[in-house]
């Protein structure tokens, strides 16, 4: 049963909100709408890029009915806060996560993850965190008042290494669901995010061009005096 089956079942629709994320992909925000009700942005967690439950709960109003979660990057979301928020709140609290994947594959991910993260100079490595089952391998290039991170992938693909942007525009930022709305962490993800291969498909050497890209742009990160 997709999300807006859900929030329909539960009797959500007209004139109720429901809390989303705004990092990440649209069909949340449609499955709202499909449902019948306004999607409502909050901001997220800076290390799990998931819904900040502090946000959530300042984003409430009378008319919300429910939040959804969103697992991203395979980073699970601090449920034990979000769902307190919803039993304060009464409110339901639907998730959506990744697709299953075989174990094994998880683990390859997993040990790519790690040499990554031991490797890797003048990005921020992503916070590996209970059950991280590294679906995108995301790291940061902070800007220094100009665009580091596309700089950075621009110059990264150019040496054969495979990576993308992983959100380019959040959604509140849409022309139809532009909200002004404050979502300072979900803006600085968006400019500063970048998905590194780490598939299990990937050899030693791989990995070893991947870091060696990586490190040899350590300079477009640098303080500017």
Do not use: W
């Not at 019948?36 to 502090?54: H, M």
């Not at 594959?105 to 990554?116: P, T």
């Not at 968006?190 to 991947?210: F, G, N, S, Y």
């Amino acid at each position: 049963m997709g999300t807006a089956a859900m929030l329909r079942a539960a009797g959500v629709g007209v004139g109720d909100e429901v809390v989303v994320p705004a990092f990440g992909n649209v069909e949340v925000a449609e499955a709202v709408v499909l449902a019948g009700a306004l999607p409502v942005f909050a901001d997220i967690d800076p290390v799990t890029y998931c819904l900040d439950s502090s946000a959530v709960e300042a984003a409430i109003t009378p008319r919300t009915a429910a939040v959804v979660v969103v697992h991203r990057f395979g980073r699970p979301a601090d449920m034990v806060r979000l769902l307190g928020v919803g039993e304060r709140h009464g409110l339901l609290v639907l998730q959506e996560g990744e697709s299953g994947e075989p174990y094994d594959e998880i683990a390859q991910r997993r040990q790519r993850a790690g040499y990554l993260d031991a490797k890797l100079r003048g990005v921020r490595t992503p916070d590996g965190g209970d059950g991280h089952t590294y679906q995108q391998y995301v790291v940061r290039v902070p800007g220094n008042g100009r665009p580091d991170r596309d700089a950075f992938a621009r110059a990264v693909q150019a040496k054969g290494v495979d990576c993308r942007v992983p959100v380019k525009t959040p959604v509140h930022r849409l022309p139809e669901y532009r909200r002004c709305v404050s979502l300072p962490e979900t803006e600085r993800a968006a400019d500063e995010t970048l998905a590194l291969p780490v598939d299990a498909t990937l050899t030693k050497r791989d990995m070893q061009r991947i870091v060696g890209a990586c490190n040899a742009l350590g300079g477009l990160l640098q303080p500017a005096f």
